[in-house]
């Protein structure tokens, strides 16, 4: 990580990440601690934050995804670990292409 520690938290199903100096951060598989995406990419804090807050999900672009430990299902657009688990779901924007993933999916530390 480099920078402060980020705090997710969840109130009245909205999204709020408190970022401190942060240039980017890893957030992990909850259950294995595999790098799933590095934030923000290509983009501001600010930008990453408004996106991921207006949606109520942490929203992640294609720069930002690791690809190794990550697939994307065609079928349907479900994004799900290397391990099989559902993190989430592809859902497109006018940007490209919009990665909404579960707070409970990701960690931001090692554990």
């Known amino acids: 990580m480099i920078g402060k520690e980020i705090v997710p938290m969840i109130q009245h199903n909205k999204i709020y ?19 799933l995406f590095v934030a923000p990419i290509g983009r501001s ?8 807050s207006k949606h109520g999900w942490p929203s992640f672009r294609d720069s930002e995804v690791v690809w190794d430990n990550v697939k994307l299902l065609k079928n349907n657009g479900e994004m799900v670990s290397v391990d099989g688990t559902h993190l989430g779901h592809n859902l497109p924007d006018k940007v490209g292409n919009r990665y909404c993933i579960n ?6 530390y090692n554990m």
Not at 21 to 34: A, D, M, N, Q, R
Not at 103 to 108: F, K
């Open 45 to 52: 804090q600010e930008e990453f934050l408004s996106e991921s």
């Open 103 to 108: 707070l409970v999916s990701i960690a931001g």
């Open 17 to 35: 990440l408190n970022f401190i100096h942060i240039i980017s951060f890893s957030f992990l598989y909850s259950v294995t601690g595999k790098a």
